[in-house]
């Protein structure tokens, strides 16, 4: 019978563990907002402190706007989730997300490598429990 549900077989719920940190940082130096060599290397290693394993990194370097350099997207899709960092250096500014479901991971220690690096002079950090 369709849509019957057999009430004797139930699904068993698996635990999801999901730890999102995310943030925006304020009055960075330009030239580390333009530099996609840098930035890529940031999040590769920002992943590597953070026990989050990169399956593929995916860039996008944008054009000038108003003869100011266009910022970088560069987006790790990783094998607990991913890792997104955004520049616009038209404003100093940039914003990192880093959402991992992985138990033994880090996404706190990987947001504090790159806000390290880029040295922002304000910044606000966000935590959420994605968790079920």
């Known amino acids: 019978m369709r849509g019957h549900i057999n009430e004797n ?5 698996y635990k999801v563990i999901g730890k999102h ?4 940082l ?3 130096e ?3 907002l333009t530099d996609l060599e840098f930035l890529i290397d940031i999040v590769n290693k920002s ?3 953070g026990n989050l394993h990169i399956i593929e990194v995916y860039t996008k370097k944008f054009k000038a706007i108003n ?8 987006i790790a899709l990783l094998e ?5 960092l955004h520049t616009w250096p038209e404003s100093n500014y940039a914003t990192i997300d880093i959402y991992s479901c992985g138990k033994k991971s880090s996404p706190e220690e990987s947001f504090k490598f790159i806000l390290n690096k880029l040295k922002p002079k304000t910044f606000k950090m966000f935590k959420a429990d994605r968790g079920n």
Not at 21 to 24: C, S
Not at 80 to 84: C, D, G, L, P, T
């Open 9 to 13: 077989k139930q699904k068993q719920v």
């Open 47 to 49: 992943a590597e402190i």
């Open 30 to 32: 330009d030239k580390f």
């Open 80 to 84: 607990e989730s991913h890792i997104a």
């Open 21 to 24: 940190v995310y943030g925006n």
């Open 67 to 74: 003869n100011m350099p266009g910022g970088v997207s560069v």
């Open 26 to 28: 304020y009055e960075i």
